[in-house]
C-alpha cells in the first residue's frame, strides 16, 4: 500500500514537473516570435499586399459573425439588468446598465474569444500546413524572411482587425440594447440613449479597447507561434491548431483579470 502511495506521488510529480516545462517550453517560444515581430518592425518592412490580404480575410469576412453575437449581447445584458431595473423602477439607469459591462468587458471578451476561435485557429492551421508541406523552406531558400514575410503581415492584421471589429461590435451591442429595452421593457430609445450618454464615460470605451489590442496581439502571437513549430505532418497541424485554440483562450481570460484588476 505504502508503495502504491509513493508511486502515485512520484507519477504526479513527474507528470506536474513535465505540464510546466510544457508551459515554460511554449512560453519562451510565443516570446521569441514577439522578439522577432518587434525585430522586423524596426524599421517597418513588411509585404503590404500580404497585410491587405490578411486585413480583408480576417477583419471583413469577421464582420457578419461580429455583428450577431453584438446585437445579442447587447440584448442579454438588457435582460440581465432589467431584473433590477423593474424592481426599483429605475429605469433611468438601464442605458448605463447595459453599456458600461458591454464596453468595458463582454464585448471585447467575446468577440477576442470570437476572433480566437475563427481567425487564430485559420492562421495557425496555414502555417502549420506551410510548414508541413516546406514552403517556409522555400521561402529561406529564396532569401525571404518568412518573418517578415508571413508572421508580421498577420500579427499587424490580427490586432488591427480585433480593435476595428470591437469598435463595431460596442456600437452594434449599444443599439441591440436601445431595441430589447424597449421591445421588452417598454423603455423609450430616449431614455435609454441619454442614460448611456450621461453615465458613459470615454475611459469605458477605451478600456474594452485597451484590451482589444492586447487580446489580439495574444491571439497572434499564439496561433503563429504554434503554426511555425508544427511537427508530425496533418496530425501535427490538427494538434497545433486545438493547442494555439485553448492557449490563446487561457490567455485571454488571464489578461482580462489582470488588465481589469490594473484599471479598475
Known amino acids: 500500500m505504502i508503495r502504491r502511495v509513493g508511486r502515485a506521488s512520484v507519477n504526479l510529480s513527474a507528470a506536474v514537473g513535465a505540464g510546466a516545462i ?3 517550453r511554449e512560453a519562451g517560444g510565443i516570446t521569441l516570435v514577439l522578439l522577432r515581430v ?51 423602477n429605475a429605469r433611468g439607469i438601464i442605458g448605463w446598465a447595459a453599456g458600461y459591462a458591454t464596453l468595458r468587458e463582454v464585448a471585447p471578451l467575446l468577440i477576442g474569444l470570437m476572433f480566437n476561435g475563427r481567425v487564430g485557429a485559420n492562421n495557425t492551421a496555414e502555417l502549420g500546413t506551410m510548414v508541413v508541406t516546406e514552403q517556409l523552406d522555400a521561402l529561406r531558400a529564396l532569401a525571404i524572411d518568412p518573418v517578415r514575410y508571413l508572421v508580421v503581415p498577420r500579427v499587424v492584421a490580427m490586432v488591427i482587425s480585433i480593435v476595428c471589429l470591437v469598435i463595431m461590435g460596442d456600437l452594434v451591442a449599444l443599439l441591440g440594447a436601445g431595441l430589447f429595452s ?10 435609454v440613449f441619454y442614460g448611456m450618454k450621461d453615465q458613459l ?32 505532418g496533418a496530425i501535427g497541424v490538427g494538434r497545433a491548431v486545438n493547442n494555439a485554440v485553448v492557449a490563446a483562450a487561457i490567455s485571454i481570460m488571464l489578461l482580462n483579470f489582470f488588465m481589469t484588476y490594473l484599471m479598475r
Open 22 to 24: 510544457g508551459v515554460a
Open 182 to 191: 424597449h421591445l421588452l421593457l417598454d423603455v423609450e430609445y430616449a431614455t
Open 38 to 88: 518587434l525585430r522586423a518592425l524596426l524599421p517597418p518592412r513588411f509585404d503590404a499586399r500580404e497585410l491587405l490580404r490578411n486585413l480583408y480575410k480576417m477583419g471583413v469576412e469577421s464582420v457578419p459573425i461580429v455583428v450577431l453575437t453584438a446585437f445579442f449581447t447587447g440584448g442579454i445584458m438588457v435582460i440581465q439588468a432589467g431584473i433590477f431595473v423593474e424592481r426599483f
Open 201 to 232: 464615460h470615454l475611459e469605458d470605451f477605451t478600456h474594452g479597447l485597451i484590451k482589444a489590442v492586447v487580446f489580439g496581439l495574444a491571439i497572434a502571437l499564439t496561433s503563429c507561434h504554434f503554426g511555425t513549430s508544427v511537427k508530425g
